[in-house]
């Protein structure tokens, strides 16, 4: 493994830092590579149920390596080939802490996540416009589901610097954390999510990912199958928990099914 990309684990969380400060983060080949690796080692362990997602040095990334794609090397698509990091969702979530810039692919990486959690420091942008390099990490498509068309135009078409108290407003940013607790933030909600029965959990991520590509009446019936496997391992005994007392005025006590 190169030290470009770091991995930490705490239990069922698993943290990933992109660890190339002296260029923001910027992803080479190299890194890249190692990104795609770590997250999907992160999905294949079955004792890591959510992953945080961040950058070194107050910055979280600033796109691909753009001083070694003018030395004329090859890169894969980030979202478009097969072996791209961010070429699918994983089965499991993934949770963005974002202090500073997220820009051109990084941007991309942020929206690959489910959740981003943001330091006042962070920002968003498309800075790639300026040169003439296209999106092929899935922004114009995720950006749009996430914050609109009118906004995701706006930040394609123009460069815009979007700052983290608008990307809260628009949706880019899932949850404000306060400055420099980002990582802290994203780790306990985590650690929060890791705690809940994992069946059910993921088979409703699963239906609001595959919604987007169904009607409404298929979306719903696709709903009720991913639903099965949960109604069958985890509803009841939860329901049971519920009735004698867990998890009642504010607490959450749910602890993992043995089935999850």
Same mark, same amino acid.
């Given at each position: 493994?190169?030290?470009?990309?770091?991995?930490?684990?705490?239990?069922?969380?698993?943290?990933?830092?992109?660890?190339?400060?002296?260029?923001?983060?910027?992803?080479?080949?190299?890194?890249?590579?190692? &990104?795609?690796?770590? &997250?999907?080692?992160?999905?294949?362990?079955?004792?890591?149920?959510?992953?945080?997602?961040?950058?070194?040095? $107050?910055?979280?990334?600033?796109?691909?390596?753009?001083?070694?794609?003018?030395?004329?090397?090859?890169?894969?698509?980030?979202?478009?080939?097969?072996?791209?990091?961010?070429?699918?969702?994983?089965?499991?979530?993934?949770?963005?802490?974002?202090?500073?810039?997220?820009?051109?692919?990084?941007?991309?990486?942020? &929206?690959?996540?489910?959740?981003?959690? $943001?330091?006042?420091?962070?920002?968003?942008?498309?800075?790639?416009?300026?040169?003439?390099?296209?999106?092929?990490?899935?922004?114009?498509?995720?950006?749009?589901?996430?914050? $609109?068309?009118?906004?995701?135009?706006?930040?394609?078409?123009?460069?815009?610097?979007?700052?983290?108290?608008?990307?809260?407003?628009?949706?880019? &940013?899932?949850?404000?954390?306060?400055?420099?607790?980002?990582?802290?933030?994203?780790?306990?909600?985590?650690?929060?999510?890791?705690?809940?029965?994992?069946?059910?959990?993921?088979?409703?991520?699963?239906?609001?990912?595959?919604?987007?590509?169904?009607?409404?009446?298929?979306?719903?019936?696709?709903?009720?199958?991913?639903?099965?496997?949960?109604?069958?391992?985890?509803?009841?005994?939860?329901?049971?928990?519920?009735?004698?007392?867990?998890?009642?005025?504010?607490?959450? $006590?749910?602890?993992?099914?043995?089935?999850?």
């Amino acid at each position: 493994m190169t030290d470009k990309i770091l991995v930490c684990r705490d239990g069922p969380v698993t943290t990933v830092t992109i660890n190339r400060p002296q260029v923001r983060n910027a992803l080479d080949r190299e890194a890249t590579a190692a &990104l795609r690796d770590a &997250l999907r080692g992160f999905e294949a362990d079955p004792d890591a149920r959510v992953a945080v997602l961040t950058g070194s040095g $107050g910055a979280f990334c600033s796109g691909a390596d753009l001083k070694e794609l003018a030395a004329g090397v090859h890169y894969d698509p980030w979202a478009g080939s097969e072996d791209g990091p961010l070429s699918r969702p994983l089965a499991k979530p993934v949770i963005a802490a974002v202090t500073g810039v997220a820009c051109a692919g990084g941007l991309g990486v942020a &929206l690959w996540c489910d959740i981003r959690v $943001g330091d006042p420091s962070a920002s968003f942008a498309v800075l790639s416009r300026r040169w003439g390099v296209p999106m092929s990490d899935g922004t114009t498509v995720r950006l749009p589901r996430i914050v $609109g068309m009118a906004h995701a135009l706006d930040m394609l078409l123009s460069a815009k610097v979007v700052r983290a108290e608008e990307a809260a407003r628009i949706g880019l &940013l899932t949850r404000l954390a306060p400055r420099g607790q980002a990582l802290a933030e994203a780790q306990r909600l985590a650690h929060a999510i890791a705690a809940f029965p994992q069946i059910a959990m993921r088979s409703d991520r699963r239906s609001a990912y595959e919604q987007w590509d169904l009607a409404e009446a298929d979306a719903i019936a696709n709903e009720l199958a991913h639903s099965i496997e949960a109604r069958r391992h985890e509803a009841v005994s939860g329901a049971r928990r519920f009735a004698a007392g867990e998890g009642r005025h504010g607490a959450i $006590g749910a602890a993992p099914s043995e089935d999850a």
